[in-house]
């Protein structure tokens, strides 16, 4: 059974090896989208890029748990993606190497893409840094962040909410974390999003060798900072993985595998929080009220997170592979079968929440949304994602109340990962606030 044609966002740490990969599968996917009618396939093509919503429900009217035709399935169901990202007999190491993006791209893919032990193994070292204790420690360092950059935004009176706030923010937080000087920062997030661009696909010769690059110049990067932290360890992330560091039996970190784990890290960290930003603003500017109910009271931002990670999530979908025979949603899942699980569509699921489609800052909580995944790879960096985005708009509510849309919106050209490019605000009165189309 082949591999499905999306994968989930964070291996876009390694996209600069296998991006030759991605282009054949780009057009693969324009052939079962176009001429075969995949519905999966169509979300990944113009339409789906640009509104994949109507995509996932021709799907759930097709059944929780769709067939694709590439010999997969698809499920659009709150409750059986819960059931397939929390179930032991699915995994995320494909049974076959060839099938494998390890395999085609000669890469170490870090925890992510590894099923226990040695997910479990990698996964220990990092999450401490995650804890609630730490999160604490780091609030105040996020506040002065969001300050700075809301004083240098307003002072200019016109600024864009991605390039001034929203991805500046999440790539200084976790450089600060990992011991990256703010000098070197700049060049990290130029080169995530170089990975991050190649997502659905690459477009042109030009675009792959920029991939490349940014692949091979984000783990020199790496290389330099673990060199300087075996012999000089301060209080951070990668002089706590260095500490980890051995090799043979017994040892928790192997030389091969930290760098892979940095780059996991840096990518997963700001690739994804920029767009939960631009996309909660952009929910809330389209509807006057819900904006206007946060300035009015601006303790509200926490449910502006949540009620956009269900609503719009970043993280569109991620996929699981059947390591036995598994009965699913009355179907019998063959071992080696992928389940794409279409994460933004669980948040819209009718048996769950009610009106699905209506962004509510006042919905009453229910479900949990699965915008993080769930089980044991469940984001590590949930709540740091979650404490950058709730002070980002809880200060903007603050300092800019009559904040709005002036200009247009640009979203990027990706549907696993989605969110605005580029969001024009001014900070000052005038129209009305943002009620229009998003352009993609
Ligand atoms: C809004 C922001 C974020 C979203 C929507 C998000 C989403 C996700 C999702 C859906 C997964 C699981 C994928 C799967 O099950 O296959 C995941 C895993 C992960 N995320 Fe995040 N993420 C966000 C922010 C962050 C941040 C800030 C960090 C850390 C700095 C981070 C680090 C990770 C790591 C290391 C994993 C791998 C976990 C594992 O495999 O055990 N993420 N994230």
Same mark, same amino acid.
């Given at each position: 059974?082949?591999?499905?044609?999306t994968?989930?966002?964070?291996?876009?740490?390694?996209?600069?090896?296998?991006?030759?990969?991605?282009? %054949?599968?780009?057009?693969?996917?324009?052939?079962?989208?176009?001429?075969?009618g995949?519905?999966?396939a169509?979300?990944?093509?113009?339409?789906?890029?640009?509104?994949?919503?109507?995509v996932y429900?021709?799907l759930?009217a097709?059944?929780?748990?769709?067939p694709?035709r590439?010999?997969?399935l698809?499920?659009?169901?709150?409750?059986?993606?819960?059931e397939?990202?929390?179930?032991r /007999? +699915?995994?995320v190491?494909?049974?076959?190497?060839?099938?494998?993006?390890?395999?085609?791209?000669?890469?170490?893919?870090? +925890? #992510?893409?590894?099923?226990p032990?040695?997910?479990?193994? #990698?996964?220990?070292?990092?999450?401490?840094a995650?804890?609630?204790?730490?999160m604490a420690?780091?609030?105040?360092?996020?506040?002065?962040?969001?300050?700075?950059?809301l004083?240098?935004?307003?002072a200019?009176?016109?600024?864009?909410?991605? =390039?001034?706030?929203a991805a500046?923010l999440?790539?200084?937080?976790?450089?600060?974390?990992m011991?990256?000087?703010?000098?070197?920062?700049a060049a990290l997030?130029?080169?995530?999003? =170089?990975?991050?661009s190649a997502?659905d696909?690459?477009a042109?010769?030009?675009h792959?060798?920029?991939?490349?690059?940014?692949?091979?110049?984000?783990?020199?990067? +790496?290389?330099? @900072?673990?060199e300087?932290?075996?012999t000089d360890?301060?209080d951070?992330?990668?002089?706590v993985?260095v500490c980890e560091l051995?090799?043979?039996e017994?040892?928790?970190?192997? =030389?091969g595998?930290? #760098?892979?784990?940095?780059?996991?890290?840096?990518?997963?960290g +700001?690739?994804?929080?920029?767009n939960?930003i631009?996309?909660?603003?952009?929910a809330?500017?389209?509807?006057?009220?819900?904006?206007?109910? @946060?300035? =009015?009271?601006?303790s509200?931002?926490?449910?502006?997170?949540?009620?956009?990670?269900?609503?719009?999530?970043?993280?569109?979908?991620?996929a699981?592979?059947? %390591?036995?025979?598994?009965e699913?949603?009355?179907?019998?899942?063959? /071992?080696?079968?992928?389940?794409?699980?279409?994460l933004?569509?669980?948040?819209?699921?009718?048996?769950?929440?009610?009106?699905?489609?209506r962004?509510?800052l006042?919905?009453t909580?229910g479900a949990? %949304? #699965?915008?993080?995944?769930?089980g044991? %790879?469940y984001?590590?960096?949930?709540?740091?994602?979650?404490?950058?985005?709730?002070?980002?708009?809880?200060? @903007?509510?603050?300092?800019?109340?009559? @904040?709005?849309v002036?200009?247009r919106?640009?979203?990027?050209p990706?549907?696993?990962?989605?969110?605005?490019?580029?969001?024009?605000?001014?900070?000052?009165g005038?129209?009305?606030?943002?009620g229009?189309?998003?352009?993609?």
């Open positions: 059974m082949s591999r499905p044609l994968r989930p966002l964070h291996q876009a740490a390694q996209l600069g090896r296998y991006a030759w990969s991605l282009q %054949h599968e780009q057009a693969a996917q324009w052939w079962a989208g176009r001429v075969r995949d519905l999966l169509r979300a990944h093509l113009r339409e789906g890029r640009r509104d994949p919503y109507p429900e021709a759930r097709r059944g929780d748990l769709v694709t590439l010999g997969n698809v499920t659009t169901s709150h409750a059986v993606t819960g397939v990202l929390r179930s /007999r +699915f995994g190491v494909p049974l076959d190497p060839v099938d494998a993006p390890a395999a085609a791209s000669g890469a170490d893919l870090s +925890f #992510l893409q590894l099923d032990p040695d997910h479990t193994r #990698l996964r220990r070292l990092a999450a401490p995650f804890s609630p204790r730490m420690s780091y609030e105040a360092m996020v506040q002065a962040r969001v300050g700075a950059l004083d240098a935004a307003a200019r009176g016109r600024f864009d909410l991605v =390039a001034d706030l500046p999440p790539v200084g937080v976790i450089s600060t974390m011991g990256v000087d703010d000098a070197d920062a997030q130029r080169y995530g999003a =170089a990975l991050a997502l696909g690459v042109s010769l030009r792959l060798r920029e991939v490349m690059g940014a692949a091979t110049a984000l783990e020199a990067q +790496f290389a330099g @900072l673990v300087r932290r075996r360890p301060q951070d992330l990668v002089s993985l051995g090799e043979g017994g040892a928790a970190l192997s =030389a595998e930290i #760098l892979p784990m940095c780059t996991l890290l840096l990518v997963a +700001f690739e994804t929080t920029v939960l631009g996309s909660a603003v952009l809330l500017q389209r509807d006057p009220d819900q904006w206007r109910a @946060l300035v =009015a009271d601006p509200l931002a926490s449910a502006a997170v949540e009620e956009t990670l269900r609503w719009d999530p970043p993280v569109h979908e991620t699981r592979v059947a %390591h036995e025979d598994v699913l949603a009355g179907t019998t899942v063959r /071992r080696g079968q992928w389940v794409v699980t279409l933004a569509a669980t948040g819209r699921d009718p048996r769950v929440y009610a009106d699905p489609a962004f509510d006042h919905r909580p949990q %949304h #699965l915008a993080f995944s769930s044991i %790879h984001c590590v960096g949930a709540s740091l994602a979650r404490l950058e985005a709730t002070v980002a708009l809880r200060e @903007l509510a603050v300092r800019m109340p009559d @904040l709005r002036d200009g919106v640009v979203r990027r990706t549907t696993t990962i989605r969110g605005p490019l580029r969001v024009p605000v001014a900070v000052g005038g129209a009305a606030p943002y229009g189309v998003v352009r993609a």
